[in-house]
Antibody, heavy 125, light 112 residues
Framework: QVQLVQSGSELKKPGASVKVSCKASGYTFTSYAMNWVRQAPGQGLEWMGWINTNTGNPTYAQGFTGRFVFSLDTSVSTAYLQISSLKAEDTAVYYC??????????????????WGQGTLVTVSS | QSVLTQPPSVSGAPGQRVTISCTGSSSNIGAGYDVHWYQQLPGTAPKLLIYGNSNRPSGVPDRFSGSKSGTSASLAITGLQAEDEADYYCQSYDSSLSGHWVFGGGTKLTVL
């Protein structure tokens, strides 16, 4: 079955970097775009952006440019989110979520399914 | 401040019907873009509940239904059950400079 499995929780100090992985299985990885979604403690969902898994081209939402980088390793069907110069306000659960429609036909009507289980990143001194 | 507005909380007794609204604008729902709904049970990842305004994925009970009209959408849950207690989020596409995909702020459903 289609599944996304993320890496485990991370505890980092301010100023450090973190790399979260999202391993896909059960489908052709390069056929579907991957999204990243942030959920701060007690808060709602916030779309961070997406990466075209066919071309590797990332698109970042406003507020997620500069310190946030999406990348891929297609040989192991894995997407990555790297956050540098971590701040306390980066503390959140980060989810990867697959586009519902293949890249070839994707458009404005897409939804996200499935989602990874989430990775808690805690930034504290 | 979310681009899509949802009530922070709703509640209902077992067996009752509740609705959750999702209000947008002319750059998202009002522009004709589809609305999708997710259910997030405590401590778990969001799960797709309704896609394309009113379609249920396989495995989602028909107690859940979605609709859209104008600049708003609604999620209705009938025959409320204790296991429905969760956070619910709407999502749509936004054509403004604020970004592509946008979520509502979420609604906490409490089953009394």
């Amino acid at each position: 079955q289609v599944q996304l499995v993320q890496s485990g929780s991370e505890l980092k100090k301010p100023g450090a970097s973190v790399k979260v992985s999202c391993k896909a299985s059960g489908y052709t990885f390069t056929s579907y775009a991957m999204n990243w979604v942030r959920q701060a403690p007690g808060q709602g969902l916030e779309w961070m952006g997406w990466i075209n898994t066919n071309t590797g081209n990332p698109t970042y939402a406003q507020g997620f440019t500069g310190r946030f980088v999406f990348s891929l390793d297609t040989s192991v069907s894995t997407a990555y989110l790297q956050i540098s110069s971590l701040k306390a306000e980066d503390t959140a659960v980060y989810y990867c979520a697959r586009d519902s429609l293949s890249i070839a036909v994707a458009g404005t009507g897409d939804w996200f399914d499935p989602w990874g289980q989430g990775t808690l990143v805690t930034v504290s001194s | 401040q979310s681009v899509l507005t949802q009530p922070p909380s709703v509640s209902g007794a077992p067996g009752q019907r509740v609705t959750i609204s999702c209000t947008g604008s002319s750059s998202n729902i009002g522009a004709g873009y589809d609305v999708h709904w997710y259910q997030q049970l405590p401590g778990t990842a969001p799960k797709l509940l309704i896609y394309g305004n009113s379609n249920r994925p396989s495995g989602v009970p028909d107690r859940f239904s979605g609709s859209k009209s104008g600049t708003s959408a609604s999620l209705a849950i009938t025959g409320l059950q204790a296991e429905d207690e969760a956070d619910y989020y709407c999502q749509s596409y936004d054509s403004s400079l604020s970004g592509h995909w946008v979520f509502g702020g979420g609604t906490k459903l409490t089953v009394l």
